[in-house]
């Protein structure tokens, strides 16, 4: 009786132990990375299931699913999603080792139909969990050819103002840091690398900033998909990121991502790579404009 009631008692110890691991595990980093992989996977197999009437063309490092009447500019996104996969893989040694999902739309209203989020209704395109979704061109710019008739001149167009190279440096700071940051710093690098590689500006440099109203570094930071101009919250992100860059170079940059990608949380990343919090860089920042 009692060999059994310790034994008993042994076993719940072992589960509890089993259990207090377990939810130890799912709280660490090494937990995220276990269950980043489970989560592409998953949401793989129900996009995989919803695009089942879809066309799908394979290439390299990417899988494409599109309806019949995007069957030119499928082929022409392969190609573009390939030459900026390799930008990564070079840049900065990049190498997931699985197949990218990316999902077309023929127009916004089935865009918007699958996704829940009235953010969805204004994007051009979209990175989550692995997959990045693509609005077809056509329907956000006038200006683009036939794929059929003028396929050099539509991908060079997509190359230049299409999203994808916005939507595959999300996807390569997810799956590097496994999501370990906040949205306005993965906006403000995804803008950064575009701007780079592209000279392109998601946002209009033209206008000047309206400093009156510039959000504080708690409402970039706690709520960046809750302000109401969007517009503004982008910039303001993108360009407090380029100024730490241009003040510290890349590098420094790039030891704020390994920390994050050792799972350091992202303050503390910060506070380690530049020697001061978020916040007081973005009071630096903000001091440019006598603020
Ligand atoms: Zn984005």
Same mark, same amino acid.
């Given at each position: 009786m009692n060999k059994k009631r310790t034994s008993l008692n042994r076993r719940s110890l072992f589960l509890l132990w089993v259990l207090a691991l377990a939810l130890f595990i799912g709280l660490t980093h090494r937990g995220m990375t276990l269950a980043q992989p489970m989560l592409y996977q998953g949401n793989l197999l129900f996009e995989s299931w919803r695009f089942r009437h879809a066309n799908t063309i394979k290439s390299e490092n990417t899988i494409i699913y599109y309806t019949s009447s995007q069957k030119n500019e499928a082929k022409l996104i392969a190609k573009e999603a390939e030459h900026v996969l390799r930008f990564f893989s070079k840049r900065?040694?990049? #190498?997931?080792h699985r197949t990218l999902p990316i999902f077309l739309f023929p127009d916004r209203s089935s865009m918007a139909d699958h996704f +829940? /989020? /009235? #953010?969805s209704h204004k994007a051009n395109g979209i990175y989550t969990s692995g997959a990045v979704y693509l609005l077809n061109p056509a329907a956000w710019n006038n200006n683009f050819p036939s794929a059929i008739d003028q396929p050099k001149e539509w991908g060079k167009l997509f190359h230049e103002e299409g999203p994808l190279t916005h939507e595959i440096t999300h996807y390569y700071l997810d799956w590097t840091t +496994?999501?370990?940051?906040?949205l306005w710093y993965t906006e403000a690098f995804a803008q950064w690398v575009e701007y780079t590689?592209?000279?392109?500006?998601?946002?209009?440099? /033209?206008e000047p900033l309206p400093t009156e109203s510039l959000y504080t570094y708690d409402q970039l930071n706690n709520q960046f998909d809750e302000l109401p101009n969007q517009a503004l919250a982008y910039r303001q992100s993108f360009l407090f990121l380029r100024w730490m860059i241009h003040k510290y170079g890349e590098p420094h940059n790039q030891q704020l991502q390994d920390r994050l990608a050792k799972g350091t949380p992202f303050a503390t990343a910060w506070q380690k790579t530049y020697g001061e919090s978020p916040k007081q860089s973005y009071r630096k920042w903000l001091h440019q404009f006598d603020l």
């Amino acid at each position: 009786m009692n060999k059994k009631r310790t034994s008993l008692n042994r076993r719940s110890l072992f589960l509890l132990w089993v259990l207090a691991l377990a939810l130890f595990i799912g709280l660490t980093h090494r937990g995220m990375t276990l269950a980043q992989p489970m989560l592409y996977q998953g949401n793989l197999l129900f996009e995989s299931w919803r695009f089942r009437h879809a066309n799908t063309i394979k290439s390299e490092n990417t899988i494409i699913y599109y309806t019949s009447s995007q069957k030119n500019e499928a082929k022409l996104i392969a190609k573009e999603a390939e030459h900026v996969l390799r930008f990564f893989s070079k840049r900065y040694d990049f #190498k997931p080792h699985r197949t990218l999902p990316i999902f077309l739309f023929p127009d916004r209203s089935s865009m918007a139909d699958h996704f +829940a /989020t /009235t #953010k969805s209704h204004k994007a051009n395109g979209i990175y989550t969990s692995g997959a990045v979704y693509l609005l077809n061109p056509a329907a956000w710019n006038n200006n683009f050819p036939s794929a059929i008739d003028q396929p050099k001149e539509w991908g060079k167009l997509f190359h230049e103002e299409g999203p994808l190279t916005h939507e595959i440096t999300h996807y390569y700071l997810d799956w590097t840091t +496994a999501g370990n940051y906040p949205l306005w710093y993965t906006e403000a690098f995804a803008q950064w690398v575009e701007y780079t590689q592209l000279g392109f500006e998601l946002i209009s440099p /033209t206008e000047p900033l309206p400093t009156e109203s510039l959000y504080t570094y708690d409402q970039l930071n706690n709520q960046f998909d809750e302000l109401p101009n969007q517009a503004l919250a982008y910039r303001q992100s993108f360009l407090f990121l380029r100024w730490m860059i241009h003040k510290y170079g890349e590098p420094h940059n790039q030891q704020l991502q390994d920390r994050l990608a050792k799972g350091t949380p992202f303050a503390t990343a910060w506070q380690k790579t530049y020697g001061e919090s978020p916040k007081q860089s973005y009071r630096k920042w903000l001091h440019q404009f006598d603020l």
